[in-house]
């Protein structure tokens, strides 16, 4: 029985977990909440410096010391406001209210009194712009669909507030501009927020404007129209419990998760009792904030109020880059078990790692709220009632950070075209997901074959294998952090050229047999894999004697014995439930 066992931990629902980074970020609110007071004392200074100036400048004739008393007071806030403003920037603040500076050109603000896009006819919208300059401001204007709704001389040329009032008599899509020029004639660019002007107020109506507001953004970002119908659905937790055991666990049983605990296990991932398919019920319920169907075409959001806040925002947006990508690419060999563990984690973090960066570029271009939010990296943690073991969140964690990171180079070189070109010959492990290097050098993973009818053979009646795939450079990684620090660990994988692991077993008297064969791109790397595997056994492990290998050595663990066999091209090791199993497998594998 051939499965892709240290991947099934996730069988099904792990794509559907494009949301995960709407809670990979708790470890940071704290900062961002922060943040968003700073700017939001500062929006209220603003609007304060608005009225106050303006009653200042028609009395300035009459009462010159107040308005010296008032510009001293702009002033000062202003300082306050460049003391915070390199907090926020170190954040990379996404306000779509802040283009990227271009020399000479004026620096230009702009976002709504009530953030939220989407507004009623009849319902009034303030709009409030900035402009700076050190040459000095001449004009700061405010369009709506590019008719003048505001033009305003600034009173300070060094910078300029402005708020307007505008209420729409129609439905439709608006374009809010802001744009400044400075006294020698140089011109900004615009910055721009869409609104969303609907007819009523109804909460199901403005939810649907929501979900369709931002699939347009979507497409309109990525640059991919949708194709053919989708079935988009608002659910809550409750519908969420229901769902989990059909469409997120799909076809995985508790017999499944039990394999995947024996294989698992076999690695110290796990406990060899641990309750894995309870686990994932439990995580899920917890984690899960979204998720995406290919089978049904499907896209499922989680919102208790059935109406979607900045996370769940975020949440469709990314489920539905899923769906584009099933439309555009290919989404079924991640689940269909065509590929090895290895390349499927690989092609998964593709396309988590698409969709993630897809979240920060939807932030960065202001289709949220308008609002200022800080970009946050994310820090990944399981809910402190969830006892899940660490190769649990790591494995769920990959994808999206390790995706996100390997495609932010190619998206800053060539946008969205560059991430198209890498669907067309997707990256092959997790080793080029490490090393962007190695996947555009063409570094391709070594096909490894394990003697596994030797073994049958030797291992007798009763026994068959339950396991056959690639374990991969992430899994490495794994298996030695389990012992060594960081610093040991990351030169050890390096230099990974392929290998197959294989685990036996026999259910009628409950034994089991792990071999894992691997290869290694120069002896070097083969070497420093070895030195800290041994550092690694002799840290969790006792020293075996008598183990007849020349090269390497065997540990034991009460009756388990693991072993490593350093050959001229390849390194074996071997754990085994017993020290005469152990020894009728190294027969095999010695000679």
């Keep these: 029985m051939k499965r892709n066992s240290l991947i099934v931990v996730l069988v099904g629902a792990i794509v559907a977990l ?25 929006a209220a200074g603003e609007s304060t410096l608005v009225s106050v100036f303006s009653e200042q400048r028609s009395a300035s004739e009459q009462d ?62 303030e709009i409030i712009a900035s402009a700076s300059h050190p040459v000095g401001i001449a004009s700061l204007n405010i369009l709506i669909n590019d008719e003048l709704l ?43 927020l869409q ?39 608002v659910i809550d937790r409750n519908n969420l419990q229901e769902n989990i055991g059909t469409d997120l666990l799909g076809e995985f049983t508790r017999e499944d998760a039990e394999l995947d605990v024996l294989v698992l296990s076999s690695f110290d991932f796990m406990p060899r009792n641990y309750p894995l398919y309870d686990s994932l019920i439990e995580l899920y319920g917890f984690v899960v904030a979204g998720y995406y169907d290919e089978e049904t075409d499907s896209l499922f959001v989680i919102s208790d109020d059935n109406m979607l806040d900045e996370e769940e925002k975020l949440t469709h947006a990314h489920e539905y880059m899923h769906a584009l990508q099933d439309q555009y690419f290919t989404l079924a060999s991640i689940q269909n078990g065509s590929l090895d563990a290895d390349a499927t984690m690989a092609l998964r973090s593709l396309a988590e790692g698409e969709a993630s960066l897809l979240e920060l570029v939807y932030r960065r271009q202001g289709y949220l709220t308008g609002e200022q939010s800080a970009d946050s990296n994310p820090v990944f943690s399981l809910p402190e009632a969830i006892a899940a073991p660490n190769f649990v969140a790591s494995q769920l964690a990959f994808p999206y950070i390790r995706g996100q990171e390997f495609l932010l180079p190619f998206f800053e070189e060539d946008g969205f075209e560059g991430i198209n070109q890498i669907w067309q010959n997707p990256p092959r492990s997790t080793e080029q997901i490490l090393h962007r290097d190695r996947y555009l050098a063409g570094d391709q993973p070594q096909l490894v074959e ?35 620090p960081e610093d040991q660990v990351n030169p050890a994988a390096l230099g990974w050229g392929g290998d197959r692991y294989g685990v036996f077993y026999n259910s009628a008297t409950d034994e089991r047999l792990m071999v894992l064969k691997m290869v290694w791109d120069t002896p070097t790397d083969q070497s420093e894999f070895a030195i800290a595997y041994t550092s690694w056994a002799e840290l969790v492990l006792v020293p075996a004697s008598n183990s007849g290998i020349e090269d390497g050595g065997c540990w034991q663990n009460g009756a388990d014995t693991q072993c490593l066999i350093i050959l001229e091209n390849e390194i074996y090791i071997t754990r085994a439930e017993s020290k005469a199993l152990s020894d009728k497998i190294l027969e095999i594998l010695i000679r």
């Design 64 to 125: 010159a010391n107040a308005l010296a008393t008032a510009e001293s007071e702009l002033f000062a806030l202003r300082l306050y406001a460049t003391d915070v403003a390199p907090a926020l920037q170190t954040q990379e603040p996404t306000d779509p209210v802040t283009p990227t500076p271009l020399a000479g050109l004026p620096q230009v603000r702009i976002r709504l009194g009530e953030p939220d896009p989407i507004k009623t006819v009849g319902q009034p919208i």
């Design 450 to 484: 394990l003697p596994s009818d030797e073994i049958l053979a030797v291992l007798g009646a009763g026994w068959e294998q339950v396991a056959d795939d690639v374990f991969g450079e992430f899994n490495v990684i794994e298996y030695l952090s389990i012992a060594l």
């Design 150 to 192: 505001l033009a305003q001389d600034p009173f300070d040329p060094r910078m300029d507030i402005a708020v307007a009032e505008w209420t729409p008599i129609e439905t439709g899509t608006y374009e809010i501009k802001a744009i400044a020029a400075t006294i020698r004639g140089r011109a900004s660019d615009p910055v721009i």
């Design 18 to 42: 494009g949301a995960a980074t709407a809670w990979l970020m708790i470890g940071q609110r704290d900062l961002e909440s922060q943040l968003n007071l700073k700017e939001t004392e500062i």
């Design 195 to 233: 609104v969303e002007v609907i007819e009523t107020d109804d909460p199901e109506v403005l939810l649907q404007t929501q979900l369709r507001l931002i699939e347009k953004n979507v497409q309109t970002l990525r640059g991919l129209e949708q194709q053919g119908e989708l079935n988009i659905n």
